[in-house]
């Protein structure tokens, strides 16, 4: 550029007055803020490049490849991975939905299909392929701000301004400006909210984007069209592929255990991903350990929980507790009042009683508690609380709760289903 100006006798000065940039814009340019193609297209018309100085921009704009590796040994989920599928086949259609909302309880597996997705057709987006972890349910940090989380995607698609002093709205503007004309998938993992998730996507064009999160972002989807993926727990048959794609034959041939072991292992693991993976980590790094040993250590319910922990972090508690810590308190109190039942299912009318609340109000806090994926909704006003949370529940009734209180609680539910027609309370 500064050869074309040269030779027209042109100073940097006069060039912004002639293109209709200011000379600081024109600055920031000479001095390695990568212009945008508009800009270059300007530029290239008023030099009479003949297409040069577009052809450079083209080159520099960079093509993120940010998802990290996907799961090794991902076992099941063919129905996601095909209504995913089906979605990108229409992506060129005009009004076809753009979004995917991946939901489900804590360590279900919703990063693991994103990311198995993502790799699997991140051909598709020559563009490149974002992914943004949103801290939405994290140990450490609390869920990233919007405005963070667009400069961090402006630089990684190469910015022409600097983000810095843009608001949200106009980084939010900027981002769509800069997706209009790429083709882009955007993982959106474990998203607090609606709200956080909206100033991020694209606008038009023919990007995609996958949202992750723990909880039920029914806005979301309506404000998008986009389409809601709920994502429940492995069958046996899938929970016993994980455990062997994790532990490999060698291993399992050599434990006589393991031919039986293995499902009870996956139903003490309440068929979660993630307590299934620490239990493969278990016996992997225990040579000893027999899938046999580690049921009967899972049998003991005060145990459960304490081995299905890494470390502090990696830790089916620890990774419940991020959401439980989320709800409200009234949320909280049902919660380990339902834990303290030990029934497998439970009926609005029976949670009014127990929590000394109307029916309305059950009914609401009940429609929290599924929406957070920490109860398991049945159908009609059945619901059903699955057993690891229910472990967990019952540790914070140990913390938190007045004996007294609880015993009244109890004893008004006993009251109660004597009095009522129905045969039992659960
Ligand atoms: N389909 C699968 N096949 C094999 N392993 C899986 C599968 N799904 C999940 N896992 C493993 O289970 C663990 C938890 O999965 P993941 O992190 O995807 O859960 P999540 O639902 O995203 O959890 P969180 O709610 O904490 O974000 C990970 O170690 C992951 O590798
Ligand atoms: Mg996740």
């Not at 034959?249 to 993630?274: F, I, M, N, W, Y």
């Not at 009926?347 to 000394?356: G, H, N, P, R, S």
Request: with cysteine; proline share 5%; net charge negative.
């Amino acid at each position: 550029m500064e050869r074309l100006l040269l030779r027209r006798g042109l100073s940097w000065r006069k060039f912004a007055d002639l293109a209709g940039y200011t000379p600081g814009w024109l600055s920031k340019i000479k001095h390695g803020t990568p212009p945008s193609v508009d800009f270059a297209r300007r530029c290239d018309e008023l030099l009479e490049a003949r297409g040069t100085l577009l052809a450079l921009v083209g080159s520099n704009v960079p093509r993120p490849a940010e998802l990290p590796a996907a799961v090794a040994g991902f076992v099941g989920r063919r129905g996601h991975l095909d209504q995913l599928d089906a979605l990108l086949a229409k992506l060129h259609r005009p009004g076809a939905s753009r979004i995917a909302v991946i939901e489900g309880a804590p360590g279900v597996g919703k990063t693991a299909l994103a990311l198995r997705w993502a790799h699997d057709v991140s051909h598709r987006f020559p563009d490149g392929q974002l992914f943004v972890d949103l801290g939405g349910f994290s140990h450490d940090r609390f869920p990233a701000a919007p405005e963070d989380v667009l400069e961090e995607l402006l630089l990684a698609l190469g910015s022409p301004v600097d983000v810095g002093p843009l608001d949200l709205t106009r980084r939010a503007a900027l981002l769509r400006s800069m997706l209009a004309d790429r083709e882009v998938l955007l993982v959106l993992d474990n998203a607090a909210d609606s709200d956080q998730v909206q100033p991020l996507l694209p606008g038009s064009g023919c990007c995609f984007v996958v949202v992750t999160s723990r909880r039920s972002l029914p806005a979301l989807a309506v404000r998008t069209h986009g389409e809601r993926l709920d994502v429940g727990r492995l069958t046996d048959a899938e929970g016993e592929e994980l455990l062997r794609e994790a532990l490999g034959k060698a291993r399992l041939d050599a434990d006589p255990s393991a031919q039986k072991g293995l499902t009870e292992l996956v139903r003490r693991c309440g068929h979660l991903p993630l307590a299934l993976r620490i239990a493969a980590e278990h016996l992997i790094t225990d040579p000893l350990l027999s899938v046999g040993d580690l049921v009967r250590h899972l049998d003991e319910e005060n145990n459960r929980l304490d081995v299905l922990a890494l470390d502090d972090q990696v830790a089916v508690r620890t990774v419940f507790s991020w959401s439980y810590r989320r709800l409200a308190d009234e949320e909280r109190r049902v919660l380990r009042l339902i834990s303290t039942l030990k029934c497998t299912e439970i009926t609005t009318a029976a949670v009014a009683v127990l929590a000394a609340v109307e029916y309305e109000q059950a009914q609401q806090l009940l429609y929290s508690l599924v929406c957070a994926h920490m109860l398991e909704h049945l159908g009609g006003d059945r619901y059903r609380l699955h057993e690891l949370l229910g472990l967990f529940a019952a540790e914070r009734v140990e913390q938190e709760d007045d004996r007294a209180q609880l015993a009244a609680a109890t004893a008004r539910l006993e009251q109660w289903s004597a009095l009522d027609r129905l045969p039992t309370h659960c």
